[in-house]
């Protein structure tokens, strides 16, 4: 079985700050990794993904993630944030085979301090 | 569709009555999976259907939840005798199976048990 953890419920940081936010994955078998963002009350989206390849992805606006198979990490980070970045943010993981079933983390809210 | 499509939005039940939440997934996509998000929470699995195969049923949280996919394309879940911690977002998700490849995830619907 699979499982996310998200270490940090709540990331405060000041606006043009960067910052990171920790994943960690457990799984027996090779996976696909995932960052969803949900902005306030509304669904979720998918913000970046890594399926195969190239083991750093990148969003459209600014934020990367880099798989580390050998500390099943997959962290997201951003140099620089805005206040619109104020969100929770998803990590999630499917196994490679199956159905890829997706098992999310317990989010992490990032507040982007004026 | 162009996304996955889920109706009503939101659904306020008294506790102890039955409700029926809809999804149309992307055309096209095999797979089709229900979440079930609490307040504060990642979202966590419910069931998956392969078409019309209920293939995976192991995060329903009781026998008052049911799901239904029966063409292998719009899919059902409803809920018996509602209760106060039923009161949660709903999220259906949809995929087209195969490697490489990502589920997209519908608005939700909002229920609320009163």
């Known amino acids: 079985a699979q499982s996310v953890t998200q270490l940090d419920s709540q990331v405060p940081v000041f606006e043009e700050a960067p910052v990171e936010l920790r994943c960690n994955y457990s799984?027996?078998?090779?996976?696909?990794l995932f960052w969803y963002v949900q902005y306030p009350n509304q669904g979720l989206q998918l913000l970046l993904k890594?399926?195969?390849?190239?083991?750093l992805v990148e969003s459209i606006n600014g934020f990367e993630a880099e798989f580390n198979k050998s500390q099943t990490s997959f962290h997201l980070r951003k140099p620089s944030v805005h206040i619109s970045d104020t969100a929770e943010y998803f990590c999630?993981?499917?196994?490679?085979?199956?159905?890829?079933?997706?098992?999310f983390g317990t989010g992490t809210k990032l507040q982007v301090i004026p | 569709g162009a996304g996955v499509s889920q109706s009503p939005r939101y659904k306020v039940a008294k506790r102890g009555q039955d409700v029926a939440l809809r999804c149309d997934p992307i055309s096209g996509h095999v797979s089709l999976f229900w979440y079930q998000q609490a307040l504060g929470q990642g979202p966590e699995f419910l069931t998956y259907?392969?078409?019309?195969?209920?293939?995976?049923k192991s995060g329903l949280p009781s026998d008052r939840f049911f799901a239904e996919r029966p063409e292998g394309s719009v899919s059902t879940l409803k809920i018996q005798r509602t209760q106060q911690e039923d009161s949660a977002v709903y999220l259906c998700?949809?995929?087209?199976?195969?490697?490489?490849?990502?589920?997209?995830f519908g608005q939700g619907t909002r229920l609320t048990v009163v």
């Open positions: 259907f392969q078409n019309e195969a209920q293939l995976d």
């Open positions: 999630a993981v499917s196994e490679t085979g199956g159905y890829q079933k997706v098992t």
């Open positions: 890594y399926l195969s390849g190239s083991t």
């Open positions: 799984s027996s078998v090779s996976v696909y």
């Open positions: 998700a949809s995929s087209p199976y195969g490697p490489n490849t990502e589920a997209f």
